[in-house]
């Protein structure tokens, strides 16, 4: 009786302590992520939605977590305040200008806060600083635009299959060129004419050249041609002259 009332008083003393070290395991995992051992100072900001964010999600400045939310407040119908408590040692870094938008761990990730770069020239920021916030992009938003956007390449896709199938079917003007072996061969017949009567105009033409009552008509296009042509070459001359006397001197 006495030996199992001595093995029963280890097994509980075993049981106390390791109660007791899951107990202050705890209570440091807990104060770490609350930066209980740390300190810090508050900063707070307003949104029109929150988007899922929670009391104890991280903050984060340039890419790096330097705090969590401690408070999540509705101040009205479209006000939340939320609260953050960031790290004594990067408030050095931390501008009045920076802007404080709501982001995710990754695609189906928890919420956190991120704090963007501030200006060189903007003052620190103090305990109790109010930051801009930027609207988040709802998730419902950007789906609700997609399906849109399927939509409508949906009924894009079956314009084109239908215009396809008249076109397979010979019907309209692309349908009949492309099917109807006939309206082919006319339109490369009319192809073939206009190719004759530009010859045609061609040789009238020439041949108008020739006839008297035209012949001094074309002699003063062909010296007007030419006196364009002369004139062309004496400016071209003296700039090539002027570029000379330049470089001479």
């Known amino acids: 009786m006495e030996i199992h009332t001595q093995k029963f008083k280890i097994r509980l003393g075993l049981f106390i302590a390791g109660g007791l070290s899951l107990f202050t395991l705890a209570i440091f995992i807990i104060g770490k992520q609350k930066n ?45 305040k939320v609260d953050l408590l960031v790290k004594k040692d990067v408030q050095q870094f931390i501008k009045s200008d920076c802007e404080v938008a709501i982001g995710s761990e990754g695609l189906i990730g928890d919420r956190l806060l991120i704090i963007t770069q501030g200006s060189a020239t903007a003052s620190v920021v103090k305990e109790g600083t109010k930051l801009s916030s930027a609207e988040p992009v709802e998730t419902d938003a ?81 010296k007007a041609a030419e006196k364009l042509k002369k004139e062309a070459e004496e400016k071209k001359e003296e700039e090539k002259k002027k570029e000379e006397e330049k470089k001479s001197q």
Not at 48 to 55: A, E, P, R
Not at 58 to 79: C, E, K, L, P, Q
Request: proline share 1%; no cysteine; charged share 15%.
């Open 36 to 80: 209980l051992f740390n300190p810090v100072f508050k900063l707070t900001s307003t949104f029109y939605n929150v988007s899922g964010l929670q009391v104890g999600n991280n903050v984060r400045f340039s890419g790096i977590n330097v705090g969590t939310v401690d408070n999540i407040t509705i101040i009205n119908d479209s006000t939340v």
């Open 142 to 222: 950007i789906m609700a635009s997609l399906q849109v956007t399927a939509g409508n390449a949906e009924i894009i896709s079956e314009q084109l299959a239908e215009i396809m199938i008249q076109v397979n079917s010979g019907n309209g003007t692309l349908g009949r060129l492309i099917q109807d072996s006939t309206f082919a061969e006319n339109m490369n017949q009319t192809l073939v004419n206009l190719k004759k009567s530009t010859k045609g105009l061609d040789e009238n033409m020439k041949a108008a050249q020739h006839n008297f009552l035209l012949k001094g008509y074309f002699n003063k296009k062909a």
